[in-house]
């Protein structure tokens, strides 16, 4: 298959273009938890994201995209609707039974499904009813807020990337943006966007920088293509 060209869209959604033979590319959407612009390719001295960075480089990298609300289902929806919150309904959290007021909505997945793509989800969808987005494969839909066994979604991605020949359009959702813990020979632990260690404070040679397990898992995806 042939290389991919990305968009990374305000460090919260990467959008991958795999181009295909016929006139229909293939898509593949990544969300990832409460992602923030602590990311390399944003400009943050301490950061290590080399995937996310050349994703920005090889795509484009927007600085000025915004959510339409600071919610995980509100976004969730605008992004798979095209319309606000307030025009779709979903104005609250899932988990709080907010809902979008109808069933048939027309969206991304509707609409790729009938101009014959495959689609398929990795992770929570979160929105209410999730049947206004008829996937044709979904799998590990838990929200997984324990970012357990984080491999299984880039295999659950190859699986689905080669299960047929058929143009695709794939939505990943990450649910880990947790650093792991590495070292740092400054000590410096107070830059706005570190998250500390239980007891790092100035002067301690540990603390945790923003390189995530999910950012370890985008790098993964290109190669299963």
């Not at 991958?16 to 400009?43: F, K, M, Q, W």
């Not at 959290?93 to 069933?103: C, N, P, Q, S």
């Not at 499904?113 to 979904?138: E, L, Q, W």
């Not at 047929?164 to 359009?169: A, E, G, K, R």
Request: hydrophobic letters at 35%; aromatic letters at 8%; one cysteine or more.
């Amino acid at each position: 298959m042939n290389p991919m060209s990305y968009g990374l869209v305000g460090c919260l959604l990467t959008l991958g273009v795999v181009h295909a033979e016929s006139s229909r590319p293939n898509i593949l959407l990544i969300t990832s938890e409460d992602n923030g612009p602590e990311l390399g390719c944003y400009g943050d001295p301490y950061a290590k994201t080399p995937h996310l960075d050349a994703l920005a480089r090889e795509g484009i990298r927007f600085d000025r995209a915004f959510v339409t609300q600071a919610g995980c289902s509100q976004s969730r929806a605008s992004i798979l609707t095209g319309l606000y919150p307030h025009q779709n309904g979903q104005i609250g959290l899932a988990t709080w039974k907010f809902r979008m007021y109808r069933d048939d909505t027309p969206n991304m997945v509707r609409s790729l499904k009938g101009v014959g793509y495959r689609t398929g989800i990795i992770g929570k969808v979160h929105v209410n009813p999730a049947t206004a987005f008829p996937f044709d494969s979904k799998a590990l839909p838990s929200s997984n807020f324990a970012r357990k066994k984080l491999a299984r979604y880039g295999e659950q991605a190859s699986r689905f990337f080669h299960a047929s020949d058929q143009p695709f359009f794939l939505m990943i959702h990450y649910p880990d943006d947790v650093p792991i813990e590495t070292h740092m020979d400054s000590g410096l632990c107070s830059p706005v966007g570190i998250v500390l260690q239980r007891g790092c404070g100035r002067g301690a040679s540990k603390c945790a920088l923003p390189r995530s397990r999910r950012h370890e898992g985008l790098g993964q995806l290109p190669r299963r293509l």
